[in-house]
């Protein structure tokens, strides 16, 4: 009788047990459920902002429909940050440690198109998400709410954020927001960009400062006083020239641009005024800073061969992405359990359709089912994520949401982020990030080691924006 009663309860224990882990699955796949259960909400926000497809600082309804959503899911939200009316900070939770979610949603310029495999603007000239920004503001936002409801029902202390970063496109939103102070007690950023393969990366990118060379002289009659004018544009070719030839004496990954934005008003005239507009570009900040000086010095010699004056305003410049192996680590972990995407047989035929409108080679069909190998390399572009990574233990990640081969700031881009095969993209990157926030909230080490391989990257550097003193440049889409 005891022997039976013992079994008994045993038996109920064990079934009692069984029953509590099938209530409370492990917190990665509750967290990944739960992104799972509103696909299809997702899919409207993403989609809706794909069809607003506001350019830099003007993404109200975006910014709007995503702070909305936030504050539903039970975040506070302070908007208007930063002297920026599209730029938000959504945050649930208090105390340490403060784990960021990175999002954008500004559209580009002239990119408007259906979500058809063929050149269809939705409006000719109009703006589309050709870099996936509907995406990528709609995924931090799904992996933010997922680790926000895992961190309440498991009653864990710690403070998830929702980092709403506009005018990523030229617009450098996120660096006023580093300005303003708001990213100074984070512990550790996590984003990612839409792409054409599923990676995480190790690599870094090119830090870039940008300016226009404003150069002032004295007009004349062309032909009957020239001695009594100061050419401007004479200034401007004399940089240009200098530029030209320093471009032998710089280290090899270095690019330089620029046009002549005013080259005065009329041949008859001496230009009394002339502007050169430049980017610089090198993988490290410290080099371009030491090649920025030699590009001033070039300027400054030009105007004083040419009896003119001159003056620079800065209009932006990013940091190099300072990368981080142990936090590429748990991103590349976490795409490796959740797997590639499968398309369905109409999603193949777009993307055979589509394949067919670029450019060869491209990557091939069936890439987007495999996680490629973590990537070492240098990208050949710039973000103002890379403000943040210099601030904050920053990791990405980019996920298939475009077909194989597909760049970014294309129509074929625009195409693949209003359809499904980049909302599949877009889930998969919400889930991996989903995962990533749950390993550094349930183990503290990931921070510290996050934390000790940042500062030791970082070693000596201090931090200073390019952009000083200046404002938000709100209005820099509406030209
Ligand atoms: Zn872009
Ligand atoms: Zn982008």
Request: glycine letters at 10%; aromatic letters at 8%; hydrophobic letters at 40%.
């Amino acid at each position: 009788m005891k022997t039976k009663r013992v079994a008994f309860f045993l038996l109920a224990s064990l079934l009692l047990s069984l029953g509590a882990s099938a209530q409370r699955p492990d917190a990665g796949t509750q967290v990944v459920d739960s992104i799972e259960a509103q696909h299809q909400a997702y899919a409207d926000v993403a989609l809706q902002i794909w069809k607003f497809a506001e350019t830099g600082y003007q993404e109200v309804k975006s910014s709007a429909l995503l702070e909305a959503r936030l504050a539903a899911a039970g975040f506070s939200v302070q908007k208007g940050v930063a002297d920026i009316p599209t730029a938000f900070v959504a945050s649930y939770g208090s105390g340490k440690p403060i784990i960021a979610f990175i999002g954008e949603y500004d559209a580009l310029p002239g990119l408007s198109q259906e979500a058809v495999p063929e050149r269809k603007p939705v409006m000719t000239g109009a703006p589309g998400h050709g870099c996936g920004h509907n995406l990528l503001g709609t995924a931090a936002m799904a992996a933010a709410v997922a680790v926000k409801d895992w961190l309440a029902s498991d009653h864990r202390q710690g403070t998830v954020r929702y980092y709403g970063t506009p005018a990523e496109e030229g617009g450098e939103g996120k660096i006023y927001m580093v300005r303003a102070g708001l990213f100074r007690d984070v512990d550790v950023a996590v984003s990612w960009h839409p792409g054409d393969s599923n990676q995480a990366s190790t690599g870094s990118n090119l830090a870039n400062i940008s300016a226009k060379f404003r150069f002032h002289g004295i007009a004349a009659h062309a032909a009957a006083a020239p001695d009594k004018g100061r050419s401007a544009l004479d200034a401007v070719e004399a940089m240009d020239m200098m530029v030209n030839l320093m471009r032998e004496h710089v280290p090899q990954e270095t690019r330089i641009h620029y046009i002549i934005s005013n080259g005065g008003a009329a041949p008859n005239v001496v230009p009394d005024f002339a502007e050169a507009y430049y980017i610089a570009r090198h993988p490290d900040m410290q080099v371009l800073d030491g090649i920025w000086q030699r590009i001033t010095d070039a300027a400054k010699g030009a105007a004083l061969g040419t009896s003119t004056t001159m003056d620079m305003e800065i209009l932006g410049g990013d940091y190099n992405v300072l990368p981080n192996s142990h936090l590429s680590g748990l991103q590349n972990k976490n795409l490796q359990r959740l797997g590639g995407l499968k398309y369905t047989n109409e999603e193949r035929a777009f993307a055979e359709a589509l394949q067919k409108t670029m450019l060869g080679p491209v990557r091939p069909l069936g890439s987007e089912e495999k996680i490629q190998p973590q990537s070492s390399s240098i990208t050949p572009a710039s973000t103002d994520l890379g403000d943040v990574s210099w601030n904050v233990p920053t990791v990405g990640l980019t996920t298939a949401t475009w077909v194989p081969g597909t760049s970014a700031h294309t129509w074929q881009a625009t195409a693949c982020g209003g359809m499904t095969i980049g909302i599949k993209g877009m889930m998969l990157a919400a889930k991996t990030m989903a995962l990533t926030g749950v390993d550094l909230f349930s183990d503290p080490s990931n921070i510290q080691k996050a934390r000790a391989e940042f500062e030791q990257r970082k070693g000596n550097v201090t931090y200073k924006p390019v952009i000083g003193d200046r404002k938000p440049p709100l209005d820099y889409r509406k030209q």
